[in-house]
């Protein structure tokens, strides 16, 4: 199990707090200081079975400075994404074949 987390979101730990809880040690990411690749962040779409702006945090400024209402193609937002680790919500837990997004944090409860 792997948990691509940002140690400085209070989310993403109280994520990493429930895995550890159920005693699982996951494979800890930390995205910010270790980017994702394009072809990584795609594959993590792919087990999410989400579209990539359902990835985004449209709240950070980044996001609100440079991309906000412009019309963005799947591969533009997934670029914009590894350029920008910050936009990408979190935490996301993946088991094999299967991701979520832990936001609230109780669905990684129900993912376990």
């Given at each position: 199990?792997?948990?691509?987390?940002?140690p400085?979101?209070?989310?993403?730990?109280?994520?990493?707090?429930?895995?550890?809880?159920?005693?699982?040690?996951?494979?800890?990411?930390n995205?910010?200081?270790?980017?994702?690749?394009?072809?990584?962040?795609?594959?993590?779409?792919?087990?999410?079975?989400?579209?990539?702006?359902?990835?985004?945090?449209?709240?950070?400024?980044?996001?609100?400075e440079?991309?906000?209402?412009?019309?963005?193609?799947?591969?533009?937002?997934?670029?914009?994404?590894?350029?920008?680790?910050?936009?990408?919500?979190?935490?996301?837990?993946?088991?094999g074949?299967?991701?979520?997004?832990?936001?609230?944090?109780?669905?990684?409860?129900?993912?376990?």
């Amino acid at each position: 199990m792997k948990i691509y987390h940002n140690p400085r979101c209070g989310k993403s730990r109280q994520g990493l707090a429930i895995l550890q809880d159920a005693q699982v040690e996951p494979e800890i990411i930390n995205y910010i200081k270790n980017p994702i690749s394009f072809d990584e962040l795609s594959d993590i779409l792919h087990k999410l079975n989400i579209p990539a702006i359902d990835l985004v945090r449209k709240n950070e400024a980044v996001w609100k400075e440079n991309f906000k209402n412009k019309e963005l193609s799947e591969k533009e937002i997934i670029e914009a994404m590894v350029t920008f680790p910050k936009l990408i919500e979190r935490p996301i837990v993946i088991n094999g074949d299967t991701a979520v997004i832990g936001r609230p944090p109780e669905k990684i409860k129900e993912f376990l």
